[in-house]
């Protein structure tokens, strides 16, 4: 086998370089998957006193050959089975080493669970592949694709798809119904309190504290937002404080996307929150009846597409903001699944050269914003990856 000397690698191939390792490794394991269910095939159930399921011979054989506990090496084989059978298209995408096992294995694990009918696997999957495809980027220079929508964003996109068809309700109100507080505690003197609610209510209660911790961090306080956000929560609770600091500027951190026929009892289509999380119908329509809830209706032209907006100054106008965050629920960087209403409001192509529009506006968390005016200002220590296939800049070699 080859020497592998990093020494002598430059960026590009260090970094590129990895992409293919990385698509070497999901058709590795896909391979597995297609070898135990070609082994599944092969083996018949077997009978007489010792029988032995066709299942069972290929988790016991693999599991020995391949180095894998019997459990790990059943579960390997009813996902591969699952995936060859029922989702052809996504099982393609990991032959051709596209998408990587534990993505694979999300896909196939919320669909069995929430799903009995075959007939809606399909309806999902005709709405799953395309959000793979959607996520797929290309890298020409080595005629290899990965899909590289983040976990969450693709566990967000099976919850709806998977809740359209069976809904959370009647989950939601028995949870609900078991909500409570809990202490863990640990060995080092520390201990974790945890209050389980609805997925609003925990919201705002961060929110509220995040907004009040600032305000005193503001205020010269030397400990840090964090715990800050602890002390607060539990001055409130043993009730030694006079109460949370009110911050002066609340931004409605609850935001709730539906559509006016949920909302009017129509259906039940599930309804998402900033960030992309789906909750179901009910919970959405009691958001929506609380007291103080604001709902505004995004202004749509015929085709269901949100009109755009813009002003003049550089602060976005409250119309424009709630439009950005309803429209694009995350972080605009690839792979950051950051709420959109805890995110600062890019301008895309610098003010006053870009206006501020709904166009010309990303929301980005501020890592991220960070860092993209950190690449700006060094572009010679960041790769720009042309997604036609070409580096933006010279190619830099190992000192
Ligand atoms: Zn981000």
Not at 133 to 142: C, Q
Not at 183 to 206: C, H, M, N, P
Request: glycine share 4%.
């Amino acid at each position: 086998m080859d020497e592998f000397n990093t020494a002598v690698l430059n960026d590009h191939d260090l970094l590129l370089g990895g992409v293919v390792d990385l698509v070497a490794e999901n058709q590795a394991s896909a391979r597995r998957w297609a070898r135990m269910v070609e082994l599944h095939r092969r083996h018949p159930d077997t009978d007489g006193n010792f029988s032995l399921s066709a299942a069972s011979w290929v988790a016991a054989d693999t599991s020995e050959a391949w180095a894998m506990g019997d459990q790990f090496a059943r579960s390997q084989l009813n996902t591969a089975l699952f995936l060859s059978r029922h989702l052809p298209e996504v099982w393609d995408l990991c032959l051709q080493g596209s998408l990587d096992r534990f993505r694979a294995t999300t896909i196939a694990d919320v669909i069995r669970k929430r799903l009995d009918d075959p007939a809606d696997w399909m309806r999902v999957a005709a709405k799953i592949v395309p959000f793979l495809r959607k996520h797929v980027r290309r890298f020409a220079e080595f005629n290899i694709e990965v899909v590289n929508c983040t976990i969450t964003q693709l566990r967000n996109k099976l919850n709806y798809e998977t809740r359209v068809l069976a809904p959370a309700d009647e989950e939601f109100v028995r949870r609900f119904a078991d909500r409570s507080v809990a202490v863990w505690e640990d060995e080092d003197g520390t201990a974790s309190l945890s209050i389980s609610t609805s997925v609003d209510e925990a919201r705002l209660a961060k929110h509220r504290l995040w907004l009040s911790a600032k305000a005193k961090r503001d205020a010269g306080d030397p400990r840090t937002v964090s715990q800050l956000m602890s002390d607060l929560a539990l001055d409130l609770i043993i009730g030694r404080a006079e109460g949370l600091p009110v911050p002066n500027f609340a931004r409605p951190i609850v935001n709730v996307t539906v559509s006016l026929e949920t909302l009017a009892g129509l259906n039940d289509d599930p309804a998402t929150l900033s960030g992309g999380t789906v909750i179901p119908a009910d919970l959405a329509r009691a958001i929506a009846t609380k007291e103080g809830a604001t709902w505004y209706r995004l202004l749509t032209d015929a085709q269901g597409e949100p009109v755009s907006l813009s002003t003049t100054s550089y602060t976005p106008t409250p119309p424009i903001w709630r439009y950005v965050v309803a429209t694009r629920t995350t972080c605009s960087h690839e792979g950051c699944d950051r709420p959109a209403v805890e995110c600062e409001l890019d301008h895309d192509k610098p003010y006053p050269l870009g206006e501020t529009s709904t166009e010309n506006l990303n929301p980005l968390c501020r890592r991220h914003h960070r860092l993209k005016h950190a690449r700006a200002e060094r572009p010679d220590l960041h790769w720009e990856y042309d997604p036609v296939g070409a580096f933006l800049h010279t190619l830099r070699t190992a000192a």
